[in-house]
């Protein structure tokens, strides 16, 4: 067995960089976890008494003094590709947190620097990956349900997740061909998101995109209130709808995704005397892990966590198989020298789909895909880098001065979508 690879994360904040750090800690056969980069001292400080690893107050202090293999950049994502270059100019595979850029010419600036320095480059999507989803993608590939013809995709917040989701069932290879979109503002109650913006109206926006295939996927990033997060994919003979399978044309038989689970107590590395996160997955303690997910069919279609061992997939965080995941692909595509699972293109082909509804929306047209020229929604992002940090996108050192804001401000202030 190859020994563990030396890693460093840069970001020890709450909202993903603790949770990153404690998946790699339980990843330990697999990882070695060598430094922490982390511009705040006090969350150095709390990082390096809960996880008892060297910090270092910038990421390039860290990749000299620590020369990991891998980095993994859990930081807000308007600086992903300012990372991704400071870790090729060191000769370091990394990971970057989602979406992988706001414009296509941002996205190439990272998928360039990358290329040119030979380092393995990809962006931790986690949609496609969960639990939930791996079975969808075991179920369509079965065929059991026939061919994906038409897809309902309601996301309210970050459409690149949604689209990597249905992309993930329908199948990463088909192309998108066009899209169609429309946008508004309507009034609604008082609400503060998580961010703490106090609201009182919500953009709103539907698209419609053809991809290869014949498949039409109907999209809605509908006002804050009581529509949820939902999607739907319709087949020649039958459907996914939420988590249930149903099987037929005309009269359907029903499936409903079954969770098993195993009895296993499980704590967060560190958390006896060390510092606890306050972030949205809890405190990743549990008394169970997720062994599978199944439908009985007549040919029962299953999905097993294959992370089980390492007490990845309690109940309120099974978005850690996700990460637990990607990181060991990233690992394998280093070891092997292969292409990234689900790389950089891939990560594009999400975010195209947000940027292609929204400039449809303003030309009242058709846009054809995939993006091959700027289009208003990228420059007003561009744009944005300087009213919201300061300085261009492309001046990296400026960008690096700037404290950069959790959720992806740029695209919030031009695309109200986070």
């Known amino acids: 067995m190859d020994k563990p690879m030396k890693l460093g ?21 697999q990882f070695e976890l060598v ?55 060191h ?8 979406p992988i850029a706001p414009t296509r010419r941002i996205a190439e600036y990272a998928i360039h620097a990358a290329k040119a320095a030979g380092i ?26 026939g061919s994906p013809q038409i897809v309902h995709l309601t996301y309210t917040s970050g459409g690149y997740h949604g689209f990597n989701a249905i992309r993930g069932i329908i199948g990463l290879d088909k192309k998108a061909k066009r899209a169609l979109g429309a946008t508004g503002w309507v009034k609604i109650p008082f609400y503060e998101d998580y961010m703490q913006r106090q609201l009182t109206e919500q953009y709103w926006a539907r698209g419609v995109i053809e991809f290869e295939g014949g498949v ?12 949820s997060t939902h999607w739907e994919i319709e087949c020649s003979g039958g459907e996914i709808v939420g988590t249930q399978l149903r099987v037929g044309k005309n009269e359907k038989t029903a499936y409903d995704f079954k969770e098993e689970w195993t009895p296993m107590k499980v704590e967060t590395p560190g958390y006896h ?13 549990g008394d169970k892990v997720l062994d599978a997910i199944r439908v009985e069919t007549p040919t029962p279609i299953i999905w097993k966590n294959p992370f089980q061992q390492y007490g990845i997939g309690i109940p309120n965080d099974l978005d850690e198989i996700a990460r637990a995941q990607m990181l060991l692909d990233h690992r394998a595509a280093i070891l092997e020298d292969t292409p990234a699972r ?24 058709w846009v054809d895909l995939p993006l091959t020229e700027d289009t208003s929604v990228e420059k007003d992002q561009h744009e944005a880098f300087k009213s919201v940090y300061g300085c261009a996108w492309d001046d990296i050192p400026g960008l690096m001065k700037a404290k950069l804001i959790s959720g992806g401000r740029v695209r919030w202030e031009v695309l109200r979508d986070l």
Request: include cysteine; aromatic fraction near 8%; glycine fraction near 8%.
């Open 342 to 365: 689900y790389g950089p293109q891939n990560a594009w082909a999400d975010q195209e789909l947000v940027v292609a509804v929204h400039e449809s929306a303003r030309r009242g047209t």
């Open 120 to 145: 393995k480059y990809d962006i931790t999507e986690n949609v496609h990956q969960w639990p939930n989803e791996r079975l969808k993608q075991k179920i369509v590939a079965s065929g059991v349900i």
């Open 35 to 89: 430094g922490i980069a982390e511009v705040s001292e006090q969350r150095r400080k709390d990082a390096a008494a809960r996880f008892q690893t060297p910090t270092f107050a910038t990421p390039e202090e860290m990749l000299q003094k620590t020369q990991p293999t891998m980095a993994l950049a859990a930081v807000p994502p308007d600086g992903n590709h300012a990372f991704v270059e400071i870790c090729a100019r």
């Open 273 to 285: 005397g060390g510092i606890l996160p306050n972030h949205k997955y809890g405190l990743q303690l």
């Open 91 to 98: 000769k370091v595979h990394v990971m970057t947190e989602i």
């Open 9 to 29: 994360v840069i970001g020890a904040g709450g909202m993903r960089g603790l949770t990153w750090i404690s998946t790699v800690k339980k990843l330990s056969d």
């Open 216 to 227: 039409t996927c109907f999209y809605y990033m509908p006002p804050l209130g009581h529509e």
